[in-house]
Nanobody, 121 residues
Framework: QVQLVESGGGLVQAGDSLRLSCVASGRTFSSYSMGWFRQAPGKEREFVASIRWTGARMHYADSVKGRFTISRDNAKNTVYLQMNNLKPEDTAIYYC??????????????WGQGTQVTVSS
């Protein structure tokens, strides 16, 4: 059974940084691309970033480009999302997902339970 468990969310002020982690189990992590999505209250889920299974290619939403960095450590079965210069509009539940680098959530086959990120102004 595949499980994805996110952690690292919290309440921060605008301009602060957070690093989210997502630990995967139940499948060969190094064989699968991974993505991060987020969903703010009253809004649809949106793509944030993705990374290929090789770790060689990353893709970002325009809204986070230059501020967020996705990375992975296949030895630890973990994908990270380093978030710098956070803004109030980054407030959302952040989800990691497995199986694709696509910007649409439908392309991913497993999801974590999410971690809340709240950025105060």
């Amino acid at each position: 059974q595949v499980q994805l468990v996110e952690s690292g969310g919290g309440l921060v002020q605008a301009g602060d940084s957070l690093r989210l982690s997502c630990v995967a189990s139940g499948r060969t992590f190094s064989s699968y691309s991974m993505g991060w999505f987020r969903q703010a209250p009253g809004k649809e889920r949106e793509f944030v970033a993705s990374i290929r299974w090789t770790g060689a290619r990353m893709h970002y939403a325009d809204s986070v480009k230059g501020r967020f960095t996705i990375s992975r450590d296949n030895a630890k079965n973990t994908v990270y999302l380093q978030m710098n210069n956070l803004k109030p509009e980054d407030t959302a539940i952040y989800y990691c997902a497995s199986g694709s680098t696509a910007t649409t959530g439908l392309a991913y086959d497993y999801w974590g339970q999410g971690t809340q990120v709240t950025v105060s102004s």
